[in-house]
C-alpha cells in the first residue's frame, strides 16, 4: 500500500515556475513508477509527467516537454514536478500517481488527493 500527498500548488503569473511535491509513504517507494497527472475543468485528466524506478528514465507529454522536469529522492520517499514557463492552459489539479509496472498510461494504482495550480494571463 502506498499513500501520496501532494503539495506546492498555488497561483501564478504566466511565465513564472512552481515545484510539486509529492510525499509517499511505504517502504518500498523506490521501486515504484511514479507520474504526474493534471485534469482541468471540463478535462479528462492526462499524462503529464513519470519517472521509471528501475532505469532513473523520464516521460512527459508534449506539451510541457521543455519546460517540465520530473524527479525523485528515494531518501525521501518523494517525487518533484518542477514547472517553469507555465501558461494559462496549464491550470489544472495535478495528481501524484504510483505503480510498479505502469510508466506513462493511465492505470496507475496508487493516487494522491491533488493539488491546484492555477496560472494567471
Known amino acids: 500500500q502506498v499513500q501520496l500527498v501532494e503539495s506546492g500548488g498555488g497561483l501564478v503569473h504566466a511565465g513564472g515556475s512552481l515545484r510539486l511535491s509529492c510525499a509517499a509513504s511505504?517502504?518500498?517507494?523506490?521501486?515504484?513508477?511514479m507520474g504526474w497527472f493534471r485534469q482541468a475543468p471540463g478535462k479528462e485528466r492526462e499524462f503529464v509527467s513519470a519517472?521509471?524506478?528501475?532505469?532513473?528514465?523520464?516521460y512527459y507529454a508534449d506539451s510541457v516537454k521543455g519546460r517540465f522536469t520530473i524527479s525523485r529522492d528515494n531518501a525521501k520517499n518523494t517525487v518533484y514536478l518542477q514547472m517553469n514557463s507555465l501558461k494559462p492552459e496549464d491550470t489544472a489539479v495535478y495528481y501524484c500517481?504510483?505503480?510498479?509496472?505502469?510508466?506513462?498510461?493511465?492505470?496507475?494504482?496508487?493516487w494522491g488527493q491533488g493539488t491546484q495550480v492555477t496560472v494567471s494571463s
Open positions: 500517481a504510483a505503480d510498479s509496472k505502469v510508466v506513462a498510461g493511465p492505470n496507475y494504482d496508487y
Open positions: 511505504g517502504r518500498t517507494f523506490s521501486r515504484y513508477n
Open positions: 519517472i521509471k524506478w528501475s532505469t532513473g528514465n523520464t
